[in-house]
């Protein structure tokens, strides 16, 4: 099988190694092999960003626009292609990987008009005589690291800005989910973009996180608290520009008066589907008690008939996590939610299906207390657990009881609740009567506390990352 290489400095460099690219609904499956570069590699990788930096600053904005354009247009022209290959690598629907490709193209037309939109300020002085103004520019090279429940919509929505405003990149993909990413590099490659611009290094992350920040001005990274906070640490030693995005212990409040299907659809939606492997899904389903026990047998009963299995067969609704590692960590959790005393309502084993993927039965507990790890820690499964209170006042404090902060939700039908909720809520998104997961692309993405560190993403928003203000006055 042909190793599918990197993209250095605008050449196609095979590596030293390879990563073998695995089906996680079929792990027989060999979708492909890609280049793994080494440290020198990821060094080189750097520096041709760096070389072509000056010259990329300099170009036109229209430039810009036209290559991000280009780019809109194939990823959405070949949606069903790529569409199938996230799903095939990702584990997830087709519907899924195919609404992800949209996602992905739909972000490159939006900052193809934001290259030309964005800009400063023209502001008179307080003193007479002055003027002010204040124009944005290029942080310069950028490193990025993205995992791999979202392989091609995250990279997209950390390159498209970044080329936007005039900076250069360095991609490291997730080694889980390589193929989305080496094919959006091939496209940016043939939408024209010049050599070092953008550049692919496939590659594990402990061998690439320090390795990428040297010679970069700015970090870009999704991922989990632990590396993160790495990253954080060594980018604060070098003064860089850092951006992270690091998971959710997400709640979604029921109060008595919630419409009992909505929120029923909400929990279904937001905790299970793409098997749970979303950084906003409902891990935590807060449930007042005039309403707990309808909620729980509706939720179950509906569980019970969501179809398991090969996520390109049509009719199926949720897929495998992503490999083997993944699983077992879950189904970890599921023993510990038993040990600490929580009720398996329903799910906790292995899904049966017709291929040997990894699949998993969505998990519902009862019973369960704040407190548990199940209801503290990121398990990034399908599995949620329900947390009985007695209302409105006791769900609050619950659900901004975490050391997380990404998104919430609620199920009212009162005003009063829902906009208090909205206020006092502390989490980067919110949600009413909508499930927890569930992104626009135009609008600023992150959360609070240990979620999210540095200005956030998508939207124009974005332009407070990638770009620095330059403040000049101008006697007449």
Not at 280 to 308: C, E, N, Y
Request: charged content about 20%; glycine content about 10%; some cysteine.
């Amino acid at each position: 099988m042909t190793q599918k290489a990197n993209y250095i400095g605008g050449a196609w460099v095979e590596g030293p190694d390879a990563i073998e690219n695995l089906n996680p609904a079929d792990p027989a499956d060999v979708i492909g092999l890609y280049a793994s570069a080494d440290q020198a590699q990821m060094r080189q990788a750097v520096q041709a960003a760096r070389d072509a930096a000056p010259a990329w600053e300099r170009s036109s904005t229209q430039l810009r626009s036209d290559i991000l354009f280009r780019a809109a247009n194939e990823i959405l022209a070949r949606k069903e292609e790529l569409g199938a290959l996230v799903s095939r690598e990702a584990g997830k629907t087709l519907a899924d990987g195919v609404g992800e490709v949209m996602r992905a193209g739909q972000v490159f037309q939006f900052f193809a008009g934001e290259a030309v939109r964005y800009g400063g300020e023209n502001l008179p002085s307080v003193r007479p005589d002055i003027g002010v103004q204040i124009s944005r520019h290029p942080v310069g090279v950028v490193s990025m690291i993205t995992p791999w429940n979202f392989p091609i919509a995250i990279p997209a929505w950390k390159i498209a800005p970044a080329l936007a405003f005039g900076n250069t990149v360095v991609l490291k993909p997730s080694e889980h989910t390589p193929g989305a990413a080496w094919e959006l590099f091939a496209i940016l490659e043939r939408a024209g973009l010049p050599a070092g611009v953008a550049n692919l290094v496939n590659g594990y992350g402990a061998a690439a996180g320090q390795t990428l920040l040297d010679g970069a001005d700015a970090v870009s990274f999704t991922g989990s608290v632990a590396t993160g906070r790495k990253i954080a640490a060594g980018a604060s030693e070098r003064m860089m520009r850092v951006q992270l995005e690091m998971g959710g212990k997400n709640p979604l409040v029921v109060l008595d008066d919630a419409d009992l299907d909505v929120a029923v659809e909400c929990a279904l939606n937001g905790a299970f589907y793409s098997a749970g492997q979303r950084c906003t899904a409902s891990s935590r389903l807060i449930v007042a008690d005039g309403i707990h026990d309808r909620f729980v047998q509706a939720l179950t009963d509906r569980m019970r008939k969501l179809v398991v299995g090969d996520p390109r067969t049509a009719g199926t609704q949720i897929g495998p996590v992503i490999n083997a590692a993944q699983l077992e960590k879950i189904l970890g959790y599921i023993e510990l939610g038993r040990s600490e005393g929580a009720t398996l309502a329903e799910g906790g084993k292995r899904a049966e299906a017709a291929t040997a993927g990894h699949f998993l039965r969505p998990t519902l507990f009862t019973e369960s207390s704040n407190a548990m790890r199940i209801n503290q820690e990121e398990i990034f499964g399908p599995v949620a657990a329900v947390i009985r209170v007695s209302g409105y006042d006791e769900a609050l404090q619950v659900a901004n009881d975490t050391a997380f902060g990404l998104s919430s939700g609620i199920c009212t039908t009162s005003l009063k609740h829902a906009n208090h909720f909205r206020l006092n809520v502390r989490s980067g998104l919110t949600m009413v009567n909508l499930p927890t997961a569930g992104l626009d692309y135009h609008v600023p993405f992150g959360g609070v506390k240990a979620s999210s560190f540095g200005p956030r993403e998508q939207g124009r928003y974005a332009v407070d990352f990638y770009t620095s203000t330059k403040t000049a006055y101008i006697g007449y």
